[in-house]
Structure formats: structure tokens, C-alpha cells
């Protein structure tokens, strides 16, 4: 809705446009708690966010004076009154030009990501503090600056040059991961999955597959990681919203239609030259939807992971190699490789040297889970780490 409203009305006033939608939403929360959910909340939501629209230009003589001049809108997208256009293909391409304006050079890379997590996904301040380790006065003040460039900059709402669109791609893609990495596993919400998120940036990523331009063998390669992830998600909760580790997973709850989808997408990812971060990390997340567990699959996963070290170095990246060398040399090789991470701010890390430890000492096995009991962030990942001490 906010992507939709700006692109009519130019991104000078995407607050505006924010205010709008945040009006619309808390009287549908006033209405409906005392008439109950109408039969089609998204009309409703439509309906009333053109009405507040309307009326808020109107009030001000904007709408006459200043937005009727400066915006050119095709017969196909809009009325003669300018009347706001909720169809769904009008949503997909307001979203899609929305996110390659925001990903405009003139605007900071983090400063461009924040604004599309915030304005386009959904994600609260917390939420992006967490992506970008961070805290909320720092990215309040980031999207402040980058919501002024958008005006002093007078960035127009539209798919950039041809030209221009592979630049910024890097950033559009990198904003989808984010949204989905942040609905597969949660680091702010006391929950391990947020569905709506993962099936956000998949509709997203697809979204680009119909252009050409960005239609590239990258986007392909994350479309294929994500859909190997989602194909995972029924096996990764217990009834009771409980975190089911991937060696406890039932494979009979794996989404094999997903599964073929992400094998499609990862062979259209097979072209050109480059090898990003997505095509490493989709053939590792492929690998993963195989159970089985052969001396095969691990040296495979153990050289991608080194490849994704040298491509993008990140502590997570290192940390999951230090589990794949262990696969591959056992655990004593692997603690001398783990304990060189010191990644000390993370449950992760502790759980991982718990496993290390299991068959190694089963007092600094103890210790290492203790620890990570204390670092991690949701019930269910704590009520997963109890039951490994209790085991040991």
C-alpha cells in the first residue's frame, strides 16, 4: 500500500504514505474487533486507504495544485482523478520500482536496505537493529537521512536505466535475503520461523524473474536457496511452535514440489560467469535436502564453504564450516578450528562446541550448552538446548 500510494504521489511523501497506511490499519483494528473481519479484508483495507488519501491531499491543495502537475500517469495504471490502483500487478511493479529507488546510489547501501526493510517488509526498528547489529537510535537516524535524500534528490519512483539496474541489483537481492533469513530464523520475535517474511522474499525474488534485465543468473541462485529452505518448514516445528533440529526432521514433511522448484531455479542459475554468494549457499542448502549422510555430501559442503569464505567472509559463514569440518575430520580436528572463532556473543557458537565436546569432555560439553542456554533468544531454541544436557 505505502509502495503503491508513493508511486503515485512521488516519493516526497512517503511519510505521507506510511501515516496513511498506519491510520488505515488501526481503524480496521477499531472495526473489526466490534463488527468482525469483513469478508474481504483486503478491499476494506484498499477501500478506506484511497478514502484517507484523497482526502488528505485534497485537504491540504497538494492534490490540485502541486501532485496533478508533476505526476504522469498512464490510462492503464490510474483514472482520470488520479485514483489510487490496488490491482495485484500494480502492487508487484509499485513494490519492484520502489525497491530500485530506494537502492539508489545517492542514498548510503546500509541507509537503502534499512529504508526497504522498514517501508517495503515490514520490519520493526528492533528488527533491523538486529540485521545490521545495531541499536534503534542509530537506524532511526539512518532512515531519517535516507528519507530526505529521497526528496532533496528528487528520486523518481521507477525501474532505473538498463545501465544502472545491475549496479543495484547487488542491494535489491541482499534486501530479499535479509527478509527471508530474518523469517527463517527470527533473532528479535520469540519465535524461530515467521512464515509471512520467507514467503515475502520469495514473491519478491520471483517478481524479478520477469524482467530480463534482472532476471539474472544471481537472482536465480537465491531464488533457489530460499525455495530449498521453505521446503523445510512444515519439518522444522513441532504442534506446539517447538524448533525440531534438522537430524530429528521427519524427510516425509519435506515439500518435494519445493524441492523441485529450487533444482529448477538453481539449474537457470548455471550460466554466465560469475559465481556469487547465492549460488554457494544454494548448492550447500541443497545438500541439505538430502538426509542421507555420506562422507560425499560433506567434502562437498566443506569446499562450498570454503569457496564462501573467500567470496564473503562472515563469523556465521566460519562457524557452519567448523560443523562441516567436523563431519568431514572429526571432532578434535574441529575444535582446534572452532575454538579459533571466539565468537563469544552467540549461542551458536556454544552449541556448536557442545557437539565438538559430546564425545571429547563431556564436562566442557555441559558448559558450552550451559552457556549457550544463557545466549539464546527464544523458548523454543532454549527448550532444544535443555534437552541436550539432559541427554548428555
Known amino acids: 500500500m505505502v509502495a503503491v500510494i508513493s508511486k503515485l504521489y512521488g516519493l516526497q511523501h512517503i511519510e505521507i504514505a506510511e501515516d496513511i497506511v498506519s491510520e488505515t490499519f ?13 469478508e474481504n479484508p483486503a ?19 497538494i492534490f490540485e495544485q502541486k501532485v496533478i502537475p508533476a505526476i504522469k500517469i498512464s490510462e492503464a495504471e490510474t483514472t482520470e482523478t488520479g485514483e489510487l490502483n490496488f490491482s495485484q500487478q500494480n502492487i508487484k511493479d509499485s513494490q519492484l520500482q520502489m525497491l530500485f529507488a530506494i537502492c539508489n546510489p545517492a542514498i548510503a547501501s546500509e541507509a537503502q536496505i534499512g529504508l526497504a526493510l522498514r517501508i517495503l517488509c515490514g520490519f520493526g526498528i528492533d528488527e533491523i537493529a538486529e540485521a545490521f547489529f545495531s541499536n534503534k537510535e542509530t537506524i532511526n537516524k539512518r532512515l531519517f537521512r535516507a528519507k530526505e535524500k529521497l526528496r532533496t534528490e528528487n528520486i523518481k519512483m521507477e525501474l532505473p536505466p538498463e545501465n544502472e539496474i545491475t549496479k543495484r ?16 530464523y527470527s533473532k528479535t520475535q520469540n519465535q524461530v520461523l515467521q512464515k509471512d517474511f520467507c514467503l515475502e522474499a520469495l514473491r519478491l525474488g520471483l517478481s524479478l524473474t520477469d524482467y530480463e534485465k534482472t532476471n ?20 522444522r516445528k513441532t504442534n506446539d511452535d517447538g524448533l ?33 554468494s547465492y549460488h554457494l ?18 567434502e562437498d559442503i566443506l569446499h562450498l564453504y570454503d569457496q564462501l569464505l573467500l567470496i564473503n567472509y562472515s ?53 558450552s550448552l550451559e552457556k549457550a542456554y544463557s545466549l539464546a533468544k527464544t523458548q523454543a531454541e532454549k527448550q532444544v538446548i535443555h534437552n541436550k544436557i539432559d541427554k548428555l
Not at 176 to 184: A, N, P, V
Open 26 to 38: 488501526l481503524l480496521a483494528t477499531e472495526t473489526w474487533g466490534i463488527k468482525g473481519i469483513p
Open 43 to 61: 478491499a476494506w483495507l484498499y477501500a478506506v486507504a484511497k478514502q484517507k488519501t484523497a482526502y488528505h491531499f485534497r485537504r491540504n491543495k
Open 169 to 184: 541489483l547487488d542491494n535489491v537481492l541482499h534486501i530479499i535475503y535479509l527478509l527471508f533469513s530474518e523469517g527463517y
Open 216 to 235: 539474472q543468473p544471481k537472482t536465480n541462485a537465491l531464488i533457489a536457496l530460499m525455495c530449498f529452505h521453505a521446503s523445510r518448514f512444515d519439518a
Open 244 to 276: 525440531v533440529l534438522y537430524e530429528e526432521q521427519n524427510e516425509e514433511l519435506w515439500d518435494a514440489a519445493l524441492i523441485n522448484q529450487g533444482m529448477h531455479f538453481l539449474n537457470r542459475s548455471a550460466q554466465g560467469n560469475e559465481i556469487s
Open 281 to 298: 549457499e544454494a548448492r550447500i542448502a541443497y545438500w541439505h535436502c538430502i538426509k542421507a549422510d555420506t562422507t560425499e555430501k560433506w
Open 315 to 367: 563469523p556465521a559463514v566460519a562457524l557452519n564450516r567448523s560443523f562441516a569440518y567436523y563431519k568431514v575430520h572429526g571432532a578434535e580436528a574441529a575444535l582446534q578450528e572452532a575454538e579459533k572463532l571466539k565468537l563469544e556473543n552467540t549461542h551458536f557458537y556454544f552449541l556448536l562446541l557442545g557437539e565438538l565436546y559430546k564425545t571429547v569432555d563431556t564436562k566442557k560439553a555441559k558448559a
